[in-house]
C-alpha cells in the first residue's frame, strides 16, 4: 500500500492506495463518523458493496443505489441522497462514502457537502479516472440542464480509499478512458512521468495492480500539490483543465456517445493542435502527444458524424472559465510547461475546432 | 445608518442598517462584482426592485423573480436561480443580490453557494425577521420533502444591506413575527435588551425606523459575536435555535398556518415551560416572557386545532440536532443563561408538549 497526504491543515487527509483495500477493516475504521450511508451505482453495488459492508462490520450504515453513469449527476438525485440518509438516521457526525467512479463520487460528495449544511465523506474509487482524478481534490459537483458541474461545492473528503483491484472488473473502454487523465498530468509534469507512463503502458493497459499503483500514486501526488497551492481554483489549479474546455464541450456535444476521458484526450490534442498553431509548442511534441494517447486505445480525433464547429464553440462559452466573455484555456508549451490565457487570437481557435470538425469527415 | 462588521477574516463583511439603503448607489457599488443577478419574490419585485435597479445604475444586471414564501426554498427553484444566471451571463466573479424576505436570503444564499461551486452574494433583507437574524451568519438552505433546512450550506455574504425602510410595506402579522427573534435574542442576552425591548415595543409595532435600527443593530450584533466564535454552528452558535426545536416541529406540523416566527415565539414559550418544570427556571420569569411575547401580539400557545402531541415530538426528532438519538434542546435558567442540553428527563419533554396540546383544546 501506498500513502500521500493532502496538507490542507483542518481539511487535509490521507489518501491509501494499493490492492484489496476495499475489505480491509483497519482502512475504514478510523474515519467513519457515527453512522453512514454508502452511496453506490448499480454495477458497483453488485461488485463490491458486500466487500465494504463486510469490512465496516458492526458500523451502523445503510446503502443507497444510483444508476449508473452521469445522469446520477443531477439535484433531484441529491435530493434522494438526502432522503436515504434521513431515513438511515444519518445525523451531523455522521459519515458518505463513496464507493463507485466519478460520477458517484461528485454526486455523493456534493450530496455530503449540502446536507444538514455538511457532513463528512470518505472517497472509495472504483475506475482508474476517479482513483488518479476525481477522487482527489474535493471539487463536487452536479449537473444542470444547461451544463456539466454547474451546480457544486469545494467539500475535501475525510479520506481516500483507493483498491487498485477493483480496475480488473472495469470494462477496457473505461480503464483507456483513465489513461487520458493520466497522460494529461504528464502532459502538465514533464519528460519524467511521459516516459514512464509509455513504458509502463501495457502493464497499466492489464489493471497490473503494482503498475497502477506507481500510477495513481503519481498522478495523485501531482493533484495533491496543485490542491494544496489552490484549492478553490482561482489561480494554478486551473492547469488542470489541460484539454477540458474542448473536453466538456466535445462531451455534450457528442450527448453520452463519449466517455469523459474519451474527450478530454481528443481536447488535450486540439489544445495541442492550437499550440502548435500558435507556434508556442515545441517542434516534434505533437506528434508524440498523438502517439501516447493512441498507444492507449484513445481516439485523437472527433468521430463521425461530429457536431458543427460552431455548436462545440458556443458549448466551450458557457465555460466557467469564461470571464468577460473571454475564454480562458491551458496551452501546451512543451512538457511541463503549460499556460491559462485567454491571450490567443480567437479566429486560430475557431480554426482548430473547424479543423477537427473537417477531418471527421 | 448604522455599522457593524462580522469579524471572520477573509470571509468577513459590513452589516449597514438604515433608513433608505436599497436606493443609494453607495452602500452597494464596493459589492457587485462583475455582473449581477437579483433574485427577489413576487411580491417584493413589486414594491423595492425597481429602486435597486436603479441604484445599481450601469452595473450590469438582470432579475429572478421567486414565488412569495416558503415554497421558494426548494431545489427545484435553485436549479431555476442557475438557469437565469447562466442566462444573464453571470461568471465567477458575479454575485447574486438576495432582496426580499428569509426564504429569499436562504435560497439564494445557498444557489450561491453552489453556483459553480460558489459565487459572492448580498443580503438585502426586507422583513424584519430576515433583517435581525438570518441574513447575518451565512446560513443558507432549501427544504426537502422530509424536513425544513436539511439542504444547505455555511456560506458568508459579501454584505448585508438592510433598509428599515421596507418594513413599512410589511404585513403587521410579519413585523410580529419577526419580534419573536428578538424577543429570542433577548431571552439569550439577558436584562438591559429586554427591558429595551419591552420599552421599545410600541414604536417597534409601528416599524419606526429609529426603533427599529436600533433593535436590528442590538439583535445582529449579538449574533455576529456567535457566529464569530461558532462559524459552522457546533457549539454556541447552537444556543441560537432556543424555541427552534420545538418551533420547527409546530411550523411543519401546522403546514403553513403559522409563520416562522410565530411557531418560534410558542416554541420560546413551550421551552421556557419545560425549563420551569425541571425547577431550572428562575421564579417570575415564566411569565414575564409569556407577557413580552403578548406585548408583541404573537402566541404563547397553540391554535386549535391542534396536531397531536406524537407528531411534534416526532418531527422534533427529525431535528438536525439529534445525536446518537438524543435531541438536544436550548433550555434557560435566567434571562441571559441558556444552555444546550440533552441531559434532560424524557418525560418532562413529553409532558410540555401535551400540555400544550391539551391547552389548544
Known sequence: MRRLDVNLGARGYPVLIGAGLLGDADDWAPQLGTRSLIVTSETVA????????????????????????DSAKSLDHVERIVSAALDAGVARDGTFIALGGGA???????????????VGYIQAPTTLLAQLDSAVGGKTAVNHPLGKNLVGAFHQPRCVITDVDTLKTLPPRELRAGLAEAIKYALLEGESLFDRLDAMMPRLLEAEPEATTELVHRCCSI???????????????????LGHSFGHAIESAYAGKLLHGEAVAIGCVMAASLSRALGWLEPGLFGRIEGVFRAAGLPVGL?????????????????KKVTDGVLKLVLLHRLGQAELTGDYPYAALVLTVREFVEAAG
Chains 1, 2 share one sequence.
Open 46 to 69: 453488485g461488485l463490491y458493496v458486500d466487500r465494504v459492508r463486510e469490512a465496516l462490520g458492526k458500523h451502523p450504515h445503510a446503502v443507497h443505489v444510483l444508476p449508473d453513469g
Open 104 to 118: 458517484v463520487g461528485d454526486v455523493t460528495g456534493f450530496a455530503a457537502a449540502v446536507y444538514q449544511r455538511g
Open 223 to 241: 493533484k495533491a500539490r496543485f490542491v494544496e497551492h489552490d484549492e478553490t481554483d482561482h489561480g494554478e489549479r486551473a492547469l488542470l483543465n
Open 303 to 319: 468521430p463521425a458524424p461530429a457536431p458543427a464547429a460552431a455548436e462545440i464553440i458556443e458549448r466551450m462559452q458557457r465555460d
